[in-house]
């Protein structure tokens, strides 16, 4: 299976955040300035911030037992101050694969 592109209702999960701290990826406004440059996505955190984010997929996706996740480089975007990058999982809410949409290691057996 190749490498597969973050997308909107995704989740995300920096290494350091914990066991339970996943976040949906949601979809950007859009929104740029001279001090903000804009991002792929936005995710709102536990604290009800909605955080900027470029997400970029670093492995091939693997099933966990539960869905299929890939390692990411999860690029939060500063405003107005250097970005912050660091690895994490990207779990896929479905992939395609030969044409087919899949949810769950049931659908390729």
């Known amino acids: 299976m190749e490498k597969l592109n973050a997308k909107v209702g995704d989740n995300i999960q920096g290494d350091a955040w ?11 406004s859009g929104y740029k300035d001279s001090s ?3 991002c792929q996505f936005r995710y709102t955190d536990k604290y009800d911030n909605h955080i900027g984010v470029n997400i970029v997929t670093t492995g ?5 037992g539960y869905r299929y996740q890939s390692r990411c480089k999860i690029e939060v975007v500063g405003d107005g101050k250097p970005s ?3 690895g994490g999982l990207l779990y896929h809410r479905a992939i395609r694969y030969n044409g087919a949409v899949l949810t769950s290691l ?3 057996i």
Do not use: V
């Open 60 to 64: 091939k996706p693997r099933w966990n």
């Open 84 to 86: 912050t990058i660091f």
């Open 36 to 38: 903000y440059p804009g």
């Open 106 to 108: 049931d659908d390729i």
């Open 18 to 28: 914990g066991l339970n701290n996943f976040y949906a990826i949601e979809s950007d």
